[in-house]
């Protein structure tokens, strides 16, 4: 196996700035396959970022770049529902972004990126499947879910259940109109999985620091070989920047535009005596998920941008959608609520990959709806960039990280000459 550009002089071979799940499962992967990993992250303990908390789905038949033409179609009934579950204050940031997002739906390669983006997320469930059977995935479930409808949808889905094989299935539910189920979808609880990628990264002999804010990336010329947290310094051969909608300013540091909106969403977790359901269930027509957990019910929801925190309003307006669902809900005991910004680019695909415009830089962030789901594939993406290995695969191209950066047109840079060794941060 060949390390790209190991520096013999860093305090290990790769630093991952984050551990949410994309910087957790990169870490484990790169533990995994033999290098020295430090992976730091500015919280006191996991859950930092956005993923404290989701609505814990791996369902690759979803997984779609974050605008698509029926998602803007239906964008403005979204807004003036009550409760909205899509809602933008247009700020100075957005007047550019919110732009570029739609004109992305209709691109010319709009459908290949989707059919790829599909392909990523089908080779990721199976990633996720292969850790559970390392015992590194610990609440992974193959559920099955259902996509659940309150009116008679104008044009039904393939294989519609009718109200009565969609009550044998779920007898909790409240009366539907039908529902579609989908086998091929997992659950995972997002909080385990980080933790059991950060102790499987640990026992592979990573160094894992919390309370350990990056605020300058150390660069030698064009290369970066490092990080500096409050004073000091930690060198390494290379750096992957998985810091989820606070990617922006550290990629900036060297040179690569991270245009990141941070698309906020709602989570309430309430505590039943008794599990009422057996799989997810997605509420169509309200975009919000109920999912069951081995220890709570979650219900998530809500696209917004531009706006500031309202946790408890918006999570009792998903209970009260949620309700109409699963009416237990009503009642039932709060156990948690919480929001979180999902990373996502204007051109609603991830960056993952190598930075041509900083060597020793990788990027792995701006996965939007689907960082969980995700993970263990960027991940891989990432392993295979820094560590060239027999079946290695180059990065797609459609996530490089430096497609915002004007000029970013340089050799790859593994054929670049080394860089002068004056330190800079
Ligand atoms: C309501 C909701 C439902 C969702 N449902 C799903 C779902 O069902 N399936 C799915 O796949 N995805 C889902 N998502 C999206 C998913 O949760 C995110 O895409 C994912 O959590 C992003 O992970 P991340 O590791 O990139 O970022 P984060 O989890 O945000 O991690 C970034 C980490 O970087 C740290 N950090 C930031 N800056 C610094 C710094 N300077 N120095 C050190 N550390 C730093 C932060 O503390 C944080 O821990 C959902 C999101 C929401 C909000």
């Known amino acids: 196996m060949i390390s790209?550009?190991?520096d013999k002089r860093a305090d290990c071979d790769c630093i991952v700035?984050?551990?949410?799940?994309?910087?957790?499962?990169?870490?484990?992967?790169?533990?995994?396959?033999?290098?020295n990993v430090t992976v730091v992250d500015r919280a006191p303990s996991i859950g930092g970022g956005c993923s404290y908390a989701n609505?814990?789905?791996?369902a690759p038949g979803h997984v779609t770049p974050l605008a698509t033409p029926a998602l803007l179609r239906e964008a403005p009934k979204q807004m003036l529902s009550r409760p909205p579950s899509v809602r933008i204050r247009p700020n100075r940031p957005l007047l550019t972004w919110l732009p570029a997002l739609g004109v992305s739906a209709f691109a010319a390669e709009s459908g290949v990126i989707r059919r790829e983006l599909q392909e990523l997320a089908?080779?990721?469930?199976?990633l996720h499947e292969a850790l559970a059977q390392r015992g590194l995935n610990p609440t992974l479930r193959k559920t099955g879910a259902l996509d659940v409808f309150s009116h008679r949808p104008r044009r039904p889905p393939a294989g519609l259940l009718s109200p009565d094989q969609v009550h044998d299935m779920e007898p909790a539910l409240a009366r539907t109109e039908g529902?579609?189920?989908?086998?091929?979808?997992?659950?995972?609880?997002?909080?385990?999985?980080?933790?059991?990628?950060?102790?499987?990264?640990?026992?592979?002999?990573?160094?894992v620091q919390f309370s350990t804010t990056v605020d300058q990336l150390v660069r030698e010329g064009d290369r970066v070989v490092g990080v500096r947290s409050g004073g000091r310094t930690i060198l390494a051969g290379h750096v992957v920047l998985a810091s989820g909608v606070d990617s922006a300013p550290l990629a900036a540091q060297a040179g690569i535009r991270a245009p990141l909106q941070g698309g906020r969403g709602y989570v309430i977790d309430f505590r039943l005596p008794d599990q009422p359901l057996s799989r997810p269930v997605r509420l169509k027509e309200r975009r919000a998920v109920i999912t069951p957990l081995a220890d709570r019910v979650r219900v998530s929801g809500s696209l917004e941008f531009g706006t500031a925190a309202e946790t408890i309003q918006r999570t009792e307006?998903?209970?009260?959608v949620a309700a109409e669902a699963l009416p237990q809900l009503l009642d039932a005991e709060v156990i948690d609520r919480w929001t979180g910004q999902r990373p996502c680019t204007p051109d609603g695909v991830p960056m993952i990959g190598p930075s041509r415009r900083a060597t020793g830089l990788d990027l792995a962030t701006g996965h939007g709806m689907w960082g969980l789901i995700l993970a263990p594939v960027t991940a891989k993406i990432i392993a295979d960039s820094v560590v060239s290995a027999p079946g290695s695969m180059p990065p797609p191209t459609w996530t490089d990280p430096d497609r915002f950066t004007r000029s970013a047109a340089r050799p790859p840079h593994s054929l670049r000459p080394s860089a002068p060794r004056t330190l800079m941060a």
């Open 179 to 207: 529902a579609a189920f989908e086998p091929e979808e997992w659950t995972v609880e997002s909080q385990s999985f980080v933790r059991a990628m950060l102790e499987g990264a640990a026992d592979a002999g990573a160094h």
């Open 4 to 6: 790209r550009g190991i």
């Open 55 to 58: 609505a814990a789905l791996i």
């Open 17 to 35: 700035i984050g551990a949410g799940a994309v910087g957790a499962a990169t870490a484990f992967e790169l533990a995994d396959r033999g290098l």
């Open 122 to 126: 089908l080779e990721s469930a199976r």
């Open 317 to 320: 307006a998903l209970r009260r």
